[in-house]
């Protein structure tokens, strides 16, 4: 029913900057937070940061002063925007809605971080 489709995943070398988007197929006013997870290989998903409706932002020990969220209410979209990136930062992003009891997920972008 609800459709969140990431993008902008792709490689970059240490240190470098990317910027994921996440777009959702409804008014992201219908969803009382919105964030992007991770997982790894051989790791489990892991939040990185979320914003609620209200704007509040909240983010990961490894992404404070590194990334920051953000949304547009009006293109229904939600980006990650990520800088001094790490090997360590690789994995499948992936975007998280959440109304009420309901939560939803996106497929996920790879994100690969290598020289």
């Known amino acids: 029913q609800v459709q969140l489709v990431e993008s902008g995943g792709g490689l970059v070398q240490p240190g470098g900057s990317l910027t994921l988007s996440c777009a959702a197929s409804?008014?992201?006013?219908?969803?009382?937070?919105m964030g992007w997870y991770r997982q790894a290989p051989g790791k489990e998903r892991e939040l990185v940061a979320t914003?609620?409706?209200?704007?509040?932002?909240n983010y990961a020990d490894f992404a404070e002063g590194r990334f920051t969220i953000s949304r547009d209410n009006v293109q229904n979209t939600v980006y990650l925007q990520m800088g001094s990136l790490k090997p360590e930062d690789a994995a499948v992003y992936y975007c998280n809605a959440r109304r009420l009891s309901k939560r939803y997920w996106g497929q996920g972008t790879q994100v690969t971080v290598s020289s």
């Open positions: 914003i609620t409706v209200g704007g509040t932002t």
């Open positions: 409804e008014n992201i006013f219908n969803f009382n937070a």
